[in-house]
């Protein structure tokens, strides 16, 4: 995807609408609703694998804008305060690198991650229900309305970047509520026969003295083909 600070206006427009349609938005609604009705644990974890899904989604999209959201801000500003606060705790409290969370995201740790001890799927019932909460009631939900009036409105591109500085901010906060936690869908499957062959296959030429790679080489070398 093209760098978020080399779109021209119409671009910036397109992809400000794609962010504020996308589908965590709408499985934050239906988990809110769950929740609401105090759901059972297997029913409100069948919507959070596609709340996290829709998260990682969302991610993606965020990746290629690295940019100090408070750049060019004027410093004494309100709002600007008020974000330079929000960004101050993330930054304060964040564990991890964009590359860390890039890999993360594909369900690999990196041996510098500190992986997080806290399962999801091994938090009691209250927990989980606290967890989920705290994460529809983000502040991301009611900054994406507010993009979204923006965008209904045809607002200046000016009034467009400083809301989406703030969506980016609010999203940040999202994945700092997240980070903590170790999340993966496929934990506890059964690995299908044609797949544990394969890994004791690799295992085998492992034991014979076979050439391994770390995580990093495979990637990098991915990434440059």
Do not use: C, W
């Amino acid at each position: 995807m093209k760098n978020i600070t080399e779109m021209s206006q119409s671009e910036f427009r397109k992809f400000l609408s794609s962010l504020v349609n996308s589908e965590i938005f709408k499985s934050r609604e239906r988990l809110a609703g769950l929740l609401g009705k105090n759901s059972s644990r297997e029913t409100l974890e069948t919507e959070f694998l596609e709340f996290h899904g829709d998260y990682e989604e969302l991610a993606t999209q965020l990746e290629a804008y690295t940019e100090d959201p408070l750049n060019r801000l004027h410093p004494h500003a309100t709002f600007t305060k008020k974000l330079k606060r929000q960004r101050d705790y993330i930054l304060a409290n964040r564990k991890t690198t964009l590359k860390e969370r890039i890999y993360r995201r594909m369900g690999i740790y990196l041996e510098s991650d500190p992986k997080p001890n806290k399962k999801i799927t091994e938090l009691s019932q209250d927990g989980y229900r606290q967890l989920l909460r705290s994460l529809v009631t983000q502040n991301l939900f009611a900054v994406r309305e507010q993009l979204a009036a923006l965008l209904a409105e045809d607002a200046s591109f000016e009034a467009l970047d400083i809301a989406f500085r703030e969506f980016f901010v609010a999203y940040e906060l999202l994945e700092l509520a997240l980070e903590d936690y170790h999340y993966d869908p496929d934990e506890g499957l059964e690995i299908n026969p044609e797949f544990a062959e394969e890994l004791g296959k690799v295992d085998a030429h492992l034991k014979a003295g076979g050439k391994t790679y770390s995580l990093e080489e495979v990637f990098e070398e991915l990434e440059g083909e």
